[in-house]
């Protein structure tokens, strides 16, 4: 039978602390491309946020304009606590499904999120995004360049993702990681793709 992959699977997850995806920093590849924008008030959305490392960092370097969305309640609980002061002050925390997200962002940031949900849900994950994004908008992340034993995490190959998100964005990075953290080294992707 296969395995839901809801809110209480993911409360579960998180409960048990069964959490291998979780860096406990921001992802370096991010970080450095955070690194190179300049305009602190970019519309940024973070979709399966997890515990949002990278919106840490975002916040800390002075963006104005963040979206944390996650399924997960328990989680979005424990985000509201560790991001108190900045809760309607720049970020934005959304307990939902993020195919019913709605907005306009100049920048979407994938993070292990393409990667946790089922594989049938790719075509929708990317019309989804292409909706979200502003017309000059860009995603940007990182995905796995690798196949999994058991799942989630699911993985994928260059050629599955240019195959996939070719006909609605153009590709204009996408490339093995150099800086990825030693765990994920040699299978990780980086990549930018703006909205056509």
């Known amino acids: ?5 809801d809110n ?25 491309f955070f690194s190179t924008l300049t305009d602190k008030n970019l519309a940024i959305l973070i979709p399966g ?3 949002a490392y990278e919106a840490e960092w975002l916040l800390a370097n002075g963006f104005t304009n963040i ?11 424990k985000l509201s606590r560790k991001f108190k002061a900045q809760v309607g002050l720049g ?4 307990r939902d499904d993020f195919f019913n997200c709605t907005g306009a962002y100049d920048l979407i940031v994938e993070q292990t999120f393409f ?7 790719r075509q929708k994950y990317a019309e989804k995004m292409h909706q979200l994004l502003c017309k000059n908008g860009c995603l940007v992340g ?14 994928g190959s260059s050629a599955e993702y240019q195959s996939l998100f070719s006909p609605l964005f153009n590709i204009e990075k996408m490339a093995p990681c150099q ?10 992707l980086f990549f930018v793709m703006s909205k056509k």
């Open 8 to 32: 209480h699977y993911w409360n579960e997850r998180y409960k048990e602390q069964q959490t291998g995806w979780d860096l406990g920093i921001a992802s370096p590849p991010l970080v450095d």
């Open 115 to 121: 990667c946790a949900l089922n594989p049938n849900l």
């Open 142 to 155: 990182v995905l796995f360049d690798r196949d999994f034993i058991s799942s989630p995490p699911f993985g």
């Open 49 to 51: 946020c997890g515990n």
């Open 179 to 188: 800086n990825s953290v030693p765990p994920r080294l040699g299978s990780e």
């Open 67 to 77: 979206t944390l969305i996650d399924i997960s309640p328990l989680l979005i609980e």
């Open 1 to 5: 039978m296969e395995t839901k992959l």
């Open 91 to 94: 970020l934005t925390l959304v």
